[in-house]
């Protein structure tokens, strides 16, 4: 069977970033099962499996526009340091996710300047290339519940 619109698709993947370093791997972990079309995953590499099946193999390098998006300047701001009350010490490199209108956000500290902290609302990936090597593990229809609910329910998983 081919990947297509509201197929399952179970992939083993590694994903680098353009220096090659290693930013996500389902290398010792159970594969990734997602449902082809819903975009569940990046567009890029939806595009890409489109029409494999099991058993095939492929790397892909996705440019932000497919992946994350460009970085966006307006997403670095400053804001007070009272605002992080619940953290005792703020750091750069520091994540936390914060609500907003269109859901739960990460935001990385990126500098702190005595009561100001600039954050950066960014995606960590946004304005990278990701680098894929996927291997398709299987390939099956969607059932009517999972296309209903747009996500995988795992072998043995009741009751959601």
């Keep these: ?24 791997t389902s290398q010792g972990r159970e594969p990734l099962s997602y449902i082809q079309g819903t975009g569940s995953i990046i567009p890029g590499l939806e595009s890409a ?47 936390f996710q914060t609500q907003t209108e269109s859901g739960v956000q990460v935001i990385t500290v990126v500098a702190v300047d005595g009561e100001n902290v600039t954050v950066d609302a960014n995606h960590p990936l946004a304005g990278a290339t990701l680098n894929f090597a996927v291997s398709v593990v299987g390939v099956r229809d969607a059932t009517a519940e999972e296309l209903e609910h747009g996500h995988v329910h795992e072998a043995g998983a009741h009751g959601h």
Excluded: C, H, W
């Design 49 to 95: 499996l489109e029409g494999k099946a099991a058993g095939d193999s492929l790397e892909v390098s996705i440019p932000p526009e497919q992946a994350y998006g460009p970085r966006q300047d307006a997403l670095v701001v400053q804001v007070p340091r009272e605002r992080f009350e619940s953290a005792d010490e703020v750091k750069p490199g520091m994540q």
């Design 1 to 24: 069977m081919q990947i297509a619109k509201n197929a399952v698709v179970t992939i083993d993947y590694t994903l680098t970033d353009e220096a090659g370093e290693v930013v996500d």
